[in-house]
C-alpha cells in the first residue's frame, strides 16, 4: 500500500477535481438517504389517515432530517387529501432520485475524468523515464515487460485513482449518512443490524493478501506473455524459415498456462469473497424484519412499519457500496502491485547521465583515447584494453578488426552509451563525461550496425534527427546515400512507408537509409560502425565516392570488418582483443606485412561481391 504514495503529487495537482468529485459524492448520498425518511412519512401518513387495524401513533415524531421535517410540516398543515400527499411524495422522492442523478454525473465526471489524466501523465513520465535510462538496463530488461508496464499496470492504477477512489469515498459517504440517520431513528435496531459488518471488515482484511499476492503473481506471468508474443511478433520471418511455429506455439502455451492458472486461482478467491458480502448483507436485511418486526408486535421501542421500511431501504442502499468493498479492496491490491513494478523502474536511475558540471560545446572533431579499459556489466566480456588513440580534426581513421575485437565498443563509448572502467576520453580537450549529453550526440552522426528504421515514410526516416527538414535536403541525403533511384521507384516515393523495423525494404536499401539518416544531420564528427555490410560491390563505390566528397573537413571514424580501397585514410587502426596491434597509414601497414597486409591481399584476391537482400 505505501507503493500507492507515489500517486499524491498526482491528487494533489488535480486536488480541484478531486475535492469537487468527493462533494458530489456527499451531495448525492445526501439526497439518496433522504428518500425513506419521504418513504417512512408516507406510510404513516397513509396508516393514520385510513385508520389501518393494528396502527398506533408514536409517542414521539420520528427525528428526519431538516429538509424533510419542513416538508413534512408543509404536508400536515396544507389540510391536503391523502391521495395528494402520496402523489408529492411520489414526486419529491423522483426529484430526490434525479438530484442524486445529476450530482453522480458530475461525481464522474470529476473522479473518472481525474483518472484518465492521471493515466496520461503516469504513462508520459514512464516513457521520459524510459529514454533516460541507459542502454545496459535495456539489456537486462525485456521488450514485453517495459511494454507491459507502461500499458497493463498503469491501466491497473488507473482503477485505483478512478474507480476505487470513487467506490471508497460513495461508501464512506452512504454509511456515515446511512448510519447517522439510522441511530437517530432507533439505536438499539440500528446495532442489531449492522453487527454483521464488523466480520466483513474481517474478512475483507483476511482476504486482502492474498489478493495481493495474486496480482502480483499475475502481473507477473503476463509480463511474461506479453515479451513471448512481442518476440514472436519481431521475429516471424526466422520463425517461418526455420519451421519453429509449433515450437514457438509451446512456449506461448506454457506462459500462458502459467497466466491462467494465477488468474483462475485469484477468480476462485473472489468467487468466495463477493457471495460472502452478499450473505452478510442479506443477514442484516433478515435482522432489520426480524427484529423489527418483533418490537412492532410487542410494541416497544417506538417502531412501526414505517420504521422497518426505513431500515430495511438503508440496508439495500448499502448492499452495493458495501459489496463494492471486495471490488474496491482488489482494485486497491492489484493497484498497489502494479504501482510496486512501475516504481521499480521510475526509482532506478541511469548509470550515464550528466554531471553537475555539464556544458555544451560545439565540437571540433578532435578525439583522445588515454589508456581505456571496459568490460561491458552484464557479460563480463573485457571489450577494450589500454586503448589509446589520438585523432585530429578533419582526419578520416578506420578501425578493422575480426568479430569481437572491440570495434563497435568504441562507437558506444564516444556516444557515451557507455562509461569507460578506467581510463580518459576527451573531445576538444573535455573529459567526454564532462559534456552534456544532448549537445554531444547532437553533434555526432553515428550509423549503427544493426540498422534500425521506424515504422514512418522513407522521408519521416531520413529526417529523423532534425527538428525540421524540407524535401529537398531529404533528397540531397538520399543522393549522397546512393538510396535516391531506387525510392524514386516506390509507389509514393519519399511518403512510402516502411514498415515496422523496415521490414518492407531491403537489407541494403535500410542501410543506405540509416546512412543518409546521418548525413542530413551536417555535423562535424561523423561515426559509421560496418554501415556497407549488406550493399553490393557497384554501390559500395558509389556510396564511397559520394562519402569521399562530404567527408573532405569532417571527422570520420568507420568502422568496418572490410578495406575500402577507395577512401583515403589517414589512420587505419587494426585491433586485436581489445588491444590496437596495428596502426599507420595504408602504405606503411603494407609495408609491415601483418594482419592488415593479408586480409587486404586477401580481399583483392576475392572481391566477394555481394548483392542485397
Known sequence: MTQLGSLNKYFWKYRVRLGGGVIFIFLSNYFNVLSPQVTGFIIDHVQKELHLPGYKAPAKPADYDVLVDLFIAKMNGGG??????????????????????FFLFLMRQTIIVMSRFIEYDQKNEIYRHYQRLDTGFFKSHSTGDLMNRIAEDVSRVRMFTGPAIMYLANLVAVISLSVFFMLKRDAQLTQYVLAPLPILAI?????????????????????????????????????KSFVQENAMLGF???????????????????????????????????????IGGLYYIHGGHNIGINTIVEFVIYINMLTFPVSAIGLTASMIQRAAASQKR?????????????????????????????KVNFTYPHTGIKALKDFTLDIKKGEKVAIIGRTGSGKSTIAQLLLRMYDPDNGIIKLDGQSIGALDLKSLREQISYVPQDVFLFSDTVSGNISFGLQEAGLEQVQMAARQASVDREIAGFSEQYETMVGERGVTLSGGQKQRISIARALIKDPAFVLFDDCLSAVDARTEKEIIGQLDAYLRDKTAIIITHRIFSLLQFDKIVVLEDGMITEQGTHTELMAKAGYYAAMYERQQASPGDQTEE
Open 203 to 239: 474478512t475483507i482484511y483476511l482476504i486482502n493478501n492474498t489478493i495481493h499476492k495474486k496480482s502480483e503473481q499475475i502481473q507477473e506471468s503476463l509480463s511474461a506473455l506479453t515479451t513471448n508474443a512481442q518476440e514472436t511478433y519481431s521475429g516471424i520471418r526466422v520463425i
Open 80 to 101: 391536503m387529501s391523502i391521495g395528494k400527499v402520496v402523489a408529492l411524495c411520489g414526486i419529491v422522492i423522483l426529484s430526490l432520485a434525479l438530484l442524486r442523478g
Open 252 to 290: 506461448f502455451t506454457k506462459n500462458s498456462e502459467t497466466y491462467k492458472r494465477n488468474a483462475v486461482g485469484l477468480a476462485k478467491v473472489e468467487a468466495i469473497y463477493f457471495p460472502s458480502i452478499t450473505l452478510l448483507i442479506g443477514l442484516s436485511t433478515l435482522f432489520t424484519i426480524m
Open 342 to 370: 512501475i516504481n521499480e523502474f521510475l526509482d532506478t536511475e541511469p548509470v550515464i547521465q550528466n554531471s553537475n558540471k555539464a556544458v555544451s560545446v560545439s565540437l571540433e572533431g578532435n578525439i583522445s583515447f588515454q
